[in-house]
């Protein structure tokens, strides 16, 4: 016990070098898992700068198939290419006053930071697209993001949803990772089998705090059968993709 | 007297319209199975249109993006297409089998034969003194038939082989297409197993693939003279007159036309001896001069002109 208490006060060299490793690498534990913790946390929002013009290129392509018994068709666009240019006008009341030029057409927006729209002057209400958007401060990796809407047809009450999650965040580039996936419950019944859904992914510039590229896939599939009684027949089936592309190409201050 | 009239008008009336139901409902071959194949389009039709207005505002799913979002494929543009073709083929196979059905039997044509409304339905105008009743009876018989086959809807062209018609008709679908017609009519044969028109529509089919439908049509489709001949001659002749009308040579030929002519369908039918006797009195004929009096019969016979004694 006595030479256990005095190896403890005077320690050998040896023992002295490993307690010192000891402690750095608990430090760098620390740093790191501090650092892990501090990364796997950003906020995604939009900081547009007021007066700078953004251009994107955007293309798309369709493709559908339709069948019914033997009989069969399909089609294939080709990609479509075109550009569109976000001006921002100014910031005001946690909205930023945007003007969207595409082909010659502008439309004027009301964004706010996290990409929900406050107002949209020359678009109704009840055709206002559906969006996705960001979560309010800190997103953690791997954090599920959803928004709900509710979209009226006729009578007929059609939920939706978009789900998003940061997958990464890459510090050296500044860029945050985002998957996301949307669906619509499009009012199905025995004859008539309809899926609607879109995935895709985005990458988000964290130095820009815009998005700088994104691509995503919605697909539709639809089948229609007639029942009369026992006996169900299936008619038609139909499926559409449409596969689109984003890209910020120049920043204009 | 008026009451009565109008009363047995009305009732007049009534029955024409019951029977031309009867007959409308007779006749109707196509219409369930048309009517199932357009209400499941419009089904079809609706449900994609409402699905594309969801699909549009999902598209672009981030706000800075512009509003137009881009147009999904329309893969079921040959569909319609291919629709378009079946409901033509049906109009024409209930065409054919109404003409068929209507007209198939040569009732029609035997009666026009035996009743000649040509001949009688001018005769109003010509009591009435109308100048249109001095046409030729050929002409107007002409005539009479193409204005009967304009009112029957009929063309002797396009209808003197209602089986070419049909085959030509279906020959237009494309492998493809005709699969998918045949898979349609035994879906509805299926779903609806009650309803025979589309077994109707099949064996009106395979029967015209088989064999010359509604024979008894091409009879009433014949022309009763040669058309083109016959109005060539008219316009020959009216030329002709126009040209050099020479009353006395016109005369000379009413006078020829009116002497009776020894054809052989006239001659009288005689025994091989006769003809022999005939021969030999001809010969004589021709040696013997003509007599101008007739001579009294020989004595002890009747004779058999005399009949004023």
Redesign the interface.
């Known amino acids: 016990m006595v030479k256990t208490a005095t190896n403890r006060k005077n320690p050998s060299p040896d023992q002295f070098f490993i307690g010192t490793k000891t402690v750095v690498f608990s430090v760098l534990l620390l740093f790191l898992l501090t650092s892990s913790v501090l990364f796997s946390q950003v906020e995604i929002t ?1 900081k547009f700068k007021p007066g700078a013009t ?1 251009e ?1 290129e ?1 293309t ?1 392509r ?5 069948s ?4 069969s ?5 080709e990609t ?1 290419t075109g550009k ?1 240019a ?1 001006k921002i006008i100014d910031f005001q009341e946690d909205s930023f006053i ?1 003007d ?1 030029y ?2 010659g ?1 502008s ?1 004027r ?1 009301y ?1 706010r930071q996290n ?3 406050s107002g949209a002057p020359g ?1 109704s209400g009840m ?7 960001f979560p309010s401060g800190l997103w953690q990796i791997n954090q599920l993001h959803r928004v709900n809407r509710n ?1 009226n ?2 009578n007929t009450l ?1 939920p ?1 949803s ?1 789900d998003s999650i940061l997958r990464s965040v890459n510090t050296s580039e500044q860029t945050a990772q985002i998957q ?1 996936q ?1 669906q ?1 419950s ?2 199905s019944d025995q004859v ?1 089998k ?1 899926q ?1 859904s ?1 995935n ?1 992914k ?1 990458v988000y510039n964290l130095a820009e705090g815009v ?1 700088q590229q ?1 691509e ?1 896939i ?1 697909d ?1 599939k ?1 089948s ?1 059968a ?1 029942k ?1 009684f026992a ?1 169900q ?1 299936n ?2 089936n ?1 499926d ?1 993709s ?1 596969a ?1 592309t ?1 890209r910020l190409v120049n920043i204009k201050e | 007297m008026n009451k009565l009239h109008k009363a047995f008008a009305l009732i007049l009336l009534a029955f024409f319209i019951f029977l031309s139901q009867i007959s409308f409902a007779q006749q109707d071959l196509v219409t369930p199975f048309k009517l199932w194949l357009l209400n499941n389009e419009a089904r079809m039709l609706s449900s994609l249109s409402s699905d594309e207005v969801i699909i549009n505002r999902m598209s672009l799913p981030f706000s800075f993006m512009p509003p137009a979002p881009p147009k999904m494929g329309k893969a079921e543009e040959k569909f319609w297409e291919t629709h378009r073709n079946i409901y033509t083929i049906l109009d024409e196979i209930q065409q054919t089998y109404n003409i068929a059905r209507r007209y198939g039997n040569g009732r029609l044509a035997i009666i026009i034969k035996q009743a000649r409304p040509e001949v009688w339905s001018i005769i109003p105008l010509q009591l009435n003194g109308v100048q249109a009743a001095i046409i030729p009876v050929t002409e107007n018989r002409m005539i009479f038939h193409s204005t009967l086959l304009l009112s029957l809807q009929l063309q002797p062209q396009r209808d003197l082989s209602l089986s070419g018609r049909l085959n030509k008709a279906i020959s237009r679908l494309s492998d493809e297409e005709n699969r998918l017609f045949n898979e349609y009519m035994s879906n509805f044969s299926a779903l609806y197993p009650n309803d025979q028109s589309v077994s109707a529509i099949k064996s009106f089919i395979q029967t015209a693939e088989r064999r010359e439908i509604a024979t008894g049509l091409q009879e009433l489709l014949r022309t009763p003279f040669n058309a083109t001949v016959l109005q060539a001659s008219f316009a020959e002749k009216q030329q002709i007159d126009e040209d050099n009308y020479d009353p006395l040579a016109e005369l000379a030929k009413l006078a020829e036309l009116t002497q009776p002519r020894e054809t052989e369908e006239n001659l009288p039918v005689e025994e091989p001896e006769a003809e022999i006797a005939t021969e030999e009195e001809g010969e004589l004929a021709e040696q013997a001069p003509t007599p101008t009096t007739l001579e009294p019969p020989p004595p002890g016979t009747e004779d058999l002109f005399n009949i004023w004694d």
Do not use: H
């Open positions: 939009y953004y994107y955007f798309s369709a493709l559908a198939s339709a019914g018994l033997s009989f068709s399909s089609s294939d666009s479509i569109f976000l945007v969207i595409s082909d057409v439309v927006r964004l990409g929900k729209i678009e055709s206002a697209p559906f969006f996705i958007s979209f047809i006729g059609i939706a978009f996301f949307g619509a499009l009012p008539r309809k609607f879109i895709g985005a998005l994104a995503w919605s539709y639809f229609f007639n009369e006996v027949r008619l038609w139909f559409k449409l689109c984003l």
